[in-house]
């Protein structure tokens, strides 16, 4: 069994910013917070299944995790091209159906791209396709974030 405060000490923050010259005056502009909750299938008596949130105070490996960031504009301006870039704790994994659309690196965040355009170096030389379990970040650009508007960021991942 995994605590959380594992996986979140590896994460550090939910998420973490990181801004380019363009949109370091905005900074303080917009407030993250985020929190990781575990995804269960729940099925009742007449077989009907649901989707519920729990608490994340013990996980084991195979467990669906979900990170969710919360973003704010708390400033009277326009924020435009803002960066959210989340870290993967190495205790978790990707998972491979929320990977398809989002920009990834598969090198310890030096460049991102989709995960299906990306590869992998081996150590005998040769390279491979990437695949989930690759991934060592994740990143969102917000195109335009208006004064008071909020907004959440998700993706999933597996404890290992």
Known sequence: MKTLSRIFGLLAVAAAMVATPAVA??????????DVKVVKSVTDASGQATIEYGDTSVVV???????????????????ENFVVTNPLPSAVVLASDSAADLQVSVDG?????LLADLTVAEEDGSTRAANAS????LRWVLDVIQP????????????R
């Open 109 to 113: 965040g030096e460049t991102f791209g």
């Open 61 to 79: 490996p195979g467990d669906r995790l979900i990170f969710r960031t919360n973003y704010k504009n708390t400033s009277a301006e326009l924020v």
């Open 134 to 137: 690759d991934a060592t970040h």
């Open 148 to 159: 008071g508007e909020t907004g959440q960021i998700t993706f999933y991942a597996i404890v």
């Open 25 to 34: 005056q905005s900074e303080r502009a917009i407030s993250l917070s985020g």
